[in-house]
């Protein structure tokens, strides 16, 4: 029994080893608000969402093969992609929703799936939401998160 603990201890587990992972595909979800609530009465704040797309690899290209917006419900609100859309290496992209498009609403999210043709190092893939009214201004960023289909 201690040597099979030992042995578990000694294999090395991916992201465990110091290096990235190297990924062929994924699908990420990405949390984005467009309004956020404000005060004892909830008044919306209305906010223009940023979808950063940014392939980090140096050598390999990336495909996106859909970027679709939900809305709190999880209604589908718009395909942003028809065709799929090759990223050179270190490329970035960027989808943009209104301030004023209030669609998707406080728990609105980008479903986002990438493949290459190899192993590269996976996209960074955010959100950066920012608004401003009467003087005031409140930015934000949120990440992806890697789910199964």
């Known amino acids: ?3 099979i603990i030992l042995f578990l201890l ?12 190297l990924s062929s595909g994924q699908l990420l979800y990405v949390p984005v608000y467009s309004h956020i609530y ?4 909830e008044r919306p704040f209305n906010l223009a969402v940023t979808l950063s797309i940014r392939n980090t ?3 390999g290209s990336l ?5 679709d917006y939900y809305d709190t419900d999880g209604h589908l609100v718009r ?3 028809d065709v799929p ?3 050179k290496p270190l490329a970035s992209l960027r989808y943009v929703v209104a301030e004023k498009d209030v669609k998707g609403g406080s728990g609105a999210n980008f479903l986002v799936r990438w493949e290459a043709a190899e192993p590269i190092n996976a996209p960074v893939v955010e959100s950066v939401m920012i608004g401003a009214q009467s003087g005031q201004g ?3 960023t949120s990440p992806s998160r890697e789910v199964q289909e």
């Open 79 to 81: 395909h942003y992609l």
């Open 38 to 41: 404000t005060g004892d009465k």
């Open 138 to 140: 409140i930015s934000f």
């Open 85 to 87: 859309v090759e990223m």
């Open 57 to 59: 690899d140096p050598r």
């Open 63 to 67: 495909r996106l093969t859909a970027v």
């Open 10 to 21: 000694l294999v090395p587990l991916p992201g465990f080893c110091g290096g990235p992972v």
């Open 1 to 3: 029994m201690r040597w």
